[in-house]
């Protein structure tokens, strides 16, 4: 069969290197945390979509 593309937004990776903590108060780490939520949430989602369409090619004989 033919080879179906990823969308593009599939292809993209997640940060290797992530934000470090600017202070060593509260505020500060619930800001780093928050920002970590946001990052993991991206990421997750789309890594989740992605393995979705493999396992979803997969059952219709894609490459």
Do not use: F
């Not at 292809?11 to 920002?35: F, H, I, Q, Y």
């Not at 991206?42 to 393995?51: D, F, G, M, V």
Request: charged share 25%; hydrophobic share 35%.
């Amino acid at each position: 069969m033919q080879s179906v593309p990823y969308q593009e937004n599939l292809k993209t990776k997640c940060p290797v290197n992530l934000p470090r903590l600017n202070g060593n108060d509260g505020k500060a780490a619930a800001e780093l945390l928050v920002t970590w939520l946001d990052i993991y949430s991206t990421c997750a989602a789309r890594h989740n979509q992605l393995t979705d369409e493999i396992i979803l090619r997969e059952k219709k004989g894609y490459e």
